[in-house]
């Protein structure tokens, strides 16, 4: 097999991407965005039935949704009126998801000098989801309540393109499942449908280099750990 120079430039956008929780103030111009957008749209999905929408959400609309769900994360009576309406991960851990699930957030944790006596200090570093780890642009993104499982595959899809061409313009991202607790807020702050659900959020910009918790790079299991080749 002979390496193409198209193919060196997509496995490079794959395999830079990285969740980048520190971002610099540089602003995007919107018809980045929008061209980011046109081509992750061209994921595919079950007989074309393209199951996103995409609120973008940038200045004093981003800094007000991060403002009202940072007031309910930081009052415990608040968050508590707060839970997910779906679960995107499993109700039981087991191995061998638990162990990496710790791993990824200990190594985070250990980058930060955070110890696990120090609640407060993880209680402060998750909330820095809210403020979409201060990116430029920040995503939240819903589908159709009368979408099915295969829907919400395909838009794992739609996803990893955003992700992928963000990386091949130099920009970085961070989807995160952290937002869908506070689906209520989103929900009254972006007037969404009541046939809305809201499936994630993502920040969307520069990474800041000087920043140590952008010097983790997750690990991940060879193909020949989870793939089983039949002749």
Not at 184 to 190: D, H, K, P, Q, V
Request: aromatic share 10%; with cysteine; proline share 5%.
């Amino acid at each position: 097999m002979i390496d193409t120079p198209e193919q060196n430039i997509v496995d490079a956008a794959i395999t830079s991407r990285r969740s980048i929780r520190a971002f610099l103030p540089t602003p995007i111009a919107r018809e980045d965005i929008e061209a980011i957008l046109n081509v992750a749209a061209r994921a595919p999905s079950g007989t074309n039935t393209q199951p996103w929408k995409v609120y973008v959400l940038s200045g004093a609309m981003k800094e007000k949704l991060s403002a009202e769900i940072l007031r309910a994360h930081n009052d415990p009576q608040l968050t508590k009126q707060h839970e997910e309406e779906y679960a995107y991960y499993p109700r039981e851990w087991v191995a061998p998801y638990i162990d990496r699930r710790r791993k990824v957030g200990w190594d985070l944790y250990s980058l930060l000098g955070l110890t696990r006596d120090n609640k407060l200090g993880m209680h402060q570093q998750h909330g820095r989801n809210y403020a979409f780890f201060d990116a430029p642009v920040g995503m939240i993104f819903t589908i159709d309540r009368i979408m099915q499982q295969g829907s919400w595959l395909d838009y794992g899809m739609f996803l990893q393109n955003i992700m992928v061409a963000a990386r091949g313009r130099g920009l970085d991202t961070c989807p995160q499942a952290a937002f869908t607790q506070y689906h209520r807020i989103i929900g009254e702050l972006l007037q969404l449908s009541q046939d809305e659900m809201v499936v994630c959020g993502m920040a969307l910009g520069y990474a800041d280099p000087s920043k140590i918790e952008n010097t983790l790079v997750s690990e991940r299991e060879p193909a020949s750990s989870f793939a089983r080749f039949l002749d």
